[in-house]
């Protein structure tokens, strides 16, 4: 059972990661263009490249904040849809116990809300670990001193390991199953 949770969380890891990274770096690239045209197609020499490199990187952190919930979202539909190792979430229907064989995106809301306020959960429990073991073992000055987009993406991503065990358990709706 334990690998059929890391092979689910490896595929989710994976897809949010591209879906995420790869749709905050294009929504970025064309910000960064639009700029660009805006600013009236200067010459490109190497100022004007590293300016536009410097919007890309600006525009990245604050795009990928909105890529990642919404890769949040789409990931789900994909860990019910796919099956890992022997098993697989199946989702039960509201009205009767019969398990929906092709899930869409309006299926997903009631979970996904309770799917997301675990994560937040286990985000901010991992949050007071940090913080506890950085005023005990390093030189932090506080929490901001280290936390960023990059260690929350690090904190959602293990948390979303021990969100998939607790699911099934937090939901009624959710059955892992023999596929």
Do not use: H
């Amino acid at each position: 059972m334990s690998r059929f949770y890391v092979t689910l969380w490896l595929k989710w890891v994976l897809r949010v990661s591209l879906c995420s990274i790869v749709s905050a770096f294009i929504l970025s690239f064309f910000i960064m263009l639009f700029t660009y045209l805006n600013q009236g197609v200067p010459t490109l020499n190497k100022d004007v490249l590293k300016a536009l490199f410097d919007i890309t990187m600006f525009w990245f952190a604050i795009v990928w904040s909105f890529t990642l919930l919404v890769a949040l979202f789409r990931s789900l539909k994909y860990v019910f849809n796919s099956c890992s190792g022997e098993y697989k979430l199946q989702l039960l229907r509201c009205d009767t116990q019969e398990f929906i064989e092709v899930i869409g995106y309006g299926d997903l809301v009631k979970v996904w809300r309770k799917w997301f306020m675990l994560i937040i959960w286990l985000v901010g429990v991992e949050m007071v670990l940090s913080t506890a073991f950085s005023y005990l073992f390093l030189d932090a000055d506080g929490v901001f001193s280290w936390f960023n987009i990059y260690w929350l993406y690090a904190f959602i991503l293990t948390s979303g390991y021990f969100s998939f065990i607790l699911l099934s358990n937090r939901c009624t709706r959710v059955k892992v199953v023999k596929c």
